[in-house]
């Protein structure tokens, strides 16, 4: 597989007008843009996916129903609705997505891998199931629905196996707690 490049992003989330290697990035810690996307069915059911073993950060953590990078010249949208297709094989309309905002995030896994991104967010409504779903088995090795209310205590509980993604959460929390914590 070719490795990808990115737009290379400035502190403040502007393109720079270069781009890089992805490992070049990581490497360097250069901020660049990604993309998340929660998925929720109409009974608060989140969709949570397991990265495979093999991945380069966080193997066989439990994750973000889909989720990736910008590579250089995409759009966040385009780059939400190619993200679905690839991991998850979901074919979505751009008005079928609901933008959030964008969270500077900055993680360092190991010395040679840091993470500095700008993160869109957004959520999926859609009541597809697991079998309507095909993961990509490069990247993931499982998902499934978790109840909104269970969701909310692995957070809360800090589940080990689930990545951290406090300022998500909150904003999930502040946007589902009235519909379906009750």
Not at 165 to 172: D, T
Request: hydrophobic share 35%.
């Amino acid at each position: 597989m070719n490795e990808e490049y990115f737009d290379i992003l400035d502190e403040n989330g502007n393109k720079t007008g270069k781009t890089k290697l992805r490992s070049e990035v990581h490497r360097d810690g250069d901020w660049h843009k990604a993309v998340h996307i929660w998925i929720i069915n109409d009974k608060g059911d989140i969709l949570l996916q397991r990265r495979c073993a093999t991945k380069d950060s966080n193997p066989n953590m439990l994750d973000i129903s889909s989720a990736g990078h910008l590579s250089a010249g995409d759009d966040s949208l385009s780059g939400a609705m190619r993200e679905l297709k690839e991991e998850l094989n979901i074919n979505v309309k751009p008005e079928e997505l609901q933008f959030i905002k964008t969270l500077k995030k900055s993680s360092r896994y190991t010395e040679t891998f840091i993470n500095n991104e700008f993160a869109d967010l957004y959520i999926l409504r859609t009541n597809k199931t697991i079998n309507e779903m095909r993961y990509q088995e490069e990247e993931i090795s499982e998902i499934f629905y978790v109840p909104y209310k269970e969701f909310k205590n692995m957070v809360i509980n800090r589940q080990p196996d689930l990545l951290r993604h406090e300022e998500e959460f909150e904003i999930l929390f502040n946007l589902f707690d009235a519909e379906f914590d009750n």
